[in-house]
């Protein structure tokens, strides 16, 4: 029985100091993100713009694009 308490204590004095490492380790991690996005070198973003107002014209045009050949195809198929 006694064997049994003991080998109780070190596992909680074992949980705790591995409790205790996480937290650390945790509070580590949180200290060093200076970068949000984990992102190290952001030249991979080199040379490319910021969307601009007028990209709901493009977005229109491909609309009107795909709505026509829906349209062309259905006419096509209807002559048939």
């Known amino acids: 029985m006694a064997l049994h308490i ?3 204590d070190k596992q909680s004095e ?4 591995i ?3 996480l937290q650390d380790k945790a509070k580590k991690r949180t200290l060093d993100v200076d970068q949000p996005d984990g992102v190290d070198d952001s030249r ?17 045009i ?3 694009i ?3 050949v829906v349209w ?3 006419e096509s198929t209807r002559k048939m």
């Open 66 to 68: 795909v709505g026509i």
């Open 72 to 74: 062309l195809t259905i």
């Open 6 to 8: 003991r080998q109780n």
């Open 44 to 60: 991979y973003i080199e040379g490319t713009r910021q969307t601009t107002g007028l990209a709901w014209a493009w977005v229109l």
């Open 19 to 21: 409790a205790a490492e």
């Open 14 to 17: 074992l949980q705790k100091r």
């Open 62 to 64: 491909g609309i009107s």
